[in-house]
């Protein structure tokens, strides 16, 4: 048997045994509790009082943004922010911000925190534990007297789930047209911003370009990975682009009775040859890249007449622009294989959704790497396949994110679940790179 060797280190108060001669993600056993200066037993407290705004039956939340629920939601956050000693302000963009002073003088505001709005028949986690954590990171300094140079804003974004208004405010690119866009909510993008307190004919007023010192947003990682290795923390390195676009296929509507099988031109059996080969393809290729159909509807849509025009969805995602492009072009070409062999016709409408890839500051990504080594976490660096409001913060200031374990990989569902040490695990990674990033001078 491998003789493994102890020592114990002292990192910002908290004791940390660091194992000789074995690698971190295999050798170091579960923190416990105890160890940590999060408490795992208040972080789950508060997303137990936070999941009981928009309750459904299934042990999930229906927290659309600007509903009821939402604004209850909102009201209990302000509430625990207060009882912490922040100074709330809500800006324009409908985004509430909780301040703690620093000792320096005119230094840029460290931000941090994530969303509380749900989708509907959504979970507790999505965005909860980013708003908790960040909470938690006050509770912790608070206890230990700690003060920062830099002063630091706890934010709770606006709308995350429904295109956000609060993060693209603050990021000073929010699209003025989309303030008519009605919401999950039955409200518009800007009845629902002054429904929050904002104010969407002075959203300019939320852009805090060039004076924010830098963005860390904790979050579940709605994915698997983190859990099926066996892994603490997970490193984004960046969030991918995403693409949407509308597809038509175009064939001949005809009587789904009397028209012989030859010759048929149907326009979703040609969809649902593309759609398997969207699938095939994606997957043969090298890399993460991902492409979805989601949506698809047959028109005239009776059930004896042959489809003559259908529409579907198709979404690309991944962290390389040029991949994205490069797989679409292999579905477009495979269209055009299939719209020659079945004598139907394939029209890809401009993306209705085109969202750059957002790469982490690669120094963010190394404090939170550090934080975990000292701490004794194992992490991993990963992508995140899904959108956050922290692509749009890193468009305007040096941006990090911290991924916690998914329980099956669940997400935007009833059953998403992280467990409260995971939780603890993230709020302590965080806490110690804040104080890191104090410390840090950006050019």
Same mark, same amino acid.
């Given at each position: ?31 416990? %509790?105890?160890?940590? *200066? ?35 939601? !909102?009201?209990?956050?302000?509430? %625990? ?18 301040? !703690?002073?620093?000792?320096?003088? #005119? ?7 994530? =969303? ?11 965005? *909860? ?70 104010? =969407? ?19 579940? %990682? ?9 892994? *603490? ?21 005809? =009587? ?92 890809? *409408? ?61 997400? =935007? ?8 040490? #995971?939780?603890? !695990? ?18």
């Amino acid at each position: 048997m491998q003789k493994v060797t102890i020592r114990t280190i002292k990192f910002k108060g908290l004791l940390v045994g660091v194992l000789a001669g074995l690698t971190l993600a295999t050798a170091i056993p579960a923190v416990a %509790e105890t160890s940590l *200066d999060a408490s795992a037993a208040r972080m789950e407290s508060r997303i137990k009082a936070l999941s009981q705004f928009g309750r459904n039956a299934d042990g999930g939340v229906d927290r659309v943004a600007y509903s009821e629920a939402d604004l209850a939601g !909102r009201a209990f956050i302000i509430e %625990e922010m207060k009882k912490l000693g922040l100074s709330v302000s809500i800006d324009t963009a409908g985004n509430i911000l909780g301040k !703690r002073e620093g000792t320096g003088v #005119d230094l840029d505001p460290i931000l941090f925190g994530s =969303h509380i709005d749900s989708v509907p028949g959504g979970g507790n986690y999505d965005g *909860d534990v980013g708003v908790i954590g960040a909470l938690e990171v006050i509770s912790i300094m608070n206890e230990n007297n700690t003060s920062t140079r830099h002063p630091l804003e706890v934010v709770v974004f606006s709308d995350e789930e429904g295109g956000m208004p609060g993060s693209l405010g603050m990021s000073g690119r929010f699209d003025l047209e989309l303030f008519d866009t009605e919401s999950h909510s039955g409200f518009t993008i800007g009845e629902g911003v002054a429904r929050l307190g904002g104010d =969407h004919r002075l959203i300019d007023e939320a852009a805090r370009s060039g004076n924010v010192h830098a963005f860390v947003e904790l979050h579940i %990682e709605q994915g698997g990975l983190l859990e099926q290795k066996g892994l *603490d923390i997970g490193v984004v390195e960046g969030i991918v682009g995403i693409r949407w676009w509308k597809v038509t296929a175009t064939g001949m509507a005809n =009587h789904g009775g009397t028209t012989p099988m030859p010759g048929r031109r149907d326009a979703l059996v040609a969809s649902a040859r593309l759609i398997a080969a969207i699938n095939e393809k994606t997957t043969a290729m090298e890399g993460r890249q991902v492409a979805t159909v989601g949506k698809i509807q047959a028109f005239p849509g009776a059930p004896n007449v042959i489809p003559g025009r259908v529409e579907f969805s198709l979404e690309i995602r991944d962290l390389d622009s040029a991949r994205i492009q490069q797989v679409f072009e292999m579905i477009k070409a495979e269209a055009d294989l299939i719209a020659a062999d079945l004598e139907v016709s394939f029209d890809f *409408d401009a993306p209705t959704m085109d969202l750059l890839p957002a790469p982490t500051d690669e120094r963010l990504r190394q404090l939170i790497a550090e934080a975990a080594t000292v701490l004794g976490f194992s992490y991993q660096l990963m992508p995140s396949g899904a959108g956050h409001d922290a692509q749009n913060l890193a468009t305007i200031t040096p941006t990090g994110m911290i991924f916690v374990p998914s329980r099956g990989g669940i997400s =935007h569902s009833p059953q998403e679940y992280t467990a409260p040490l #995971d939780m603890a !695990r993230g709020a302590q990674v965080l806490y110690q790179t804040i104080l890191k990033l104090d410390e840090q001078v950006f050019e």
